[in-house]
């Protein structure tokens, strides 16, 4: 048994309304306020060097202290493991970069500051594993969690020196689901 509805023939058939368009015309209409803004990304947490020993800026491992303004945004074991990571990378070449370091002091003035590029390069070649590191975590975990983590250089709170810290900031959500 079928059904015929009498109306099947208009169904696809698209009608123009035009006292809407007169209404449009009337009242200007502002996209931007319709639309709902990101909310704002509140500052960046900032995890310091914690080492006794710092050359060029890197200091020798991280504070693995879980800061409390990421509550709730991921697990303290996930940000320790983390910072884990990052020390053990340190602990592995900044010890190089130290020897490295004193044996172009020593010979500085022989090689007329030359001796000393050697540290340049491997301090250069560290900070590029640790924000490879950072990276690899970030894709691994902290993108999905709206969170972003780099080395940055900061100016240091009791000196004119430069520091390099982990800066975790808040990626803001955009409303990809709400239609146009």
Excluded at 114 to 142: A, D, F
Aim: hydrophobic fraction near 35%; include cysteine.
């Amino acid at each position: 048994m079928s059904v015929l509805l009498p109306n099947m023939a208009d169904f696809d058939t698209i009608y123009e309304l035009e006292e809407e368009e007169e209404e449009e015309e009337s009242e200007p209409v502002v996209r931007s306020q319709e639309l709902p803004r990101p909310r704002d990304a509140p500052d960046p947490v900032a995890v310091r060097g914690a080492g006794h020993i710092t050359v060029f800026g890197l200091s020798n491992k991280f504070d693995t202290e879980f800061p409390s303004v990421l509550t709730g945004k991921v697990a303290p074991e996930e940000f320790k493991t983390s910072i884990s990571r990052v020390n053990a990378c340190l602990r592995k070449n900044l010890p190089v970069n130290v020897k490295w370091l004193l044996c172009g002091c020593l010979c500085c003035c022989c090689t007329l500051g030359c001796s000393l590029w050697p540290v340049v390069c491997l301090n250069k070649r560290t900070r590029r594993s640790i924000q490879k590191l950072l990276e690899w975590e970030n894709n691994r975990l902290y993108h999905k969690l709206g969170l972003h983590w780099k080395l940055s250089k900061r100016k240091c709170e009791t000196s004119n020196m430069m520091e390099y810290v982990i800066l975790i900031e808040f990626v803001p959500k955009y409303p990809i689901f709400r239609p146009d």
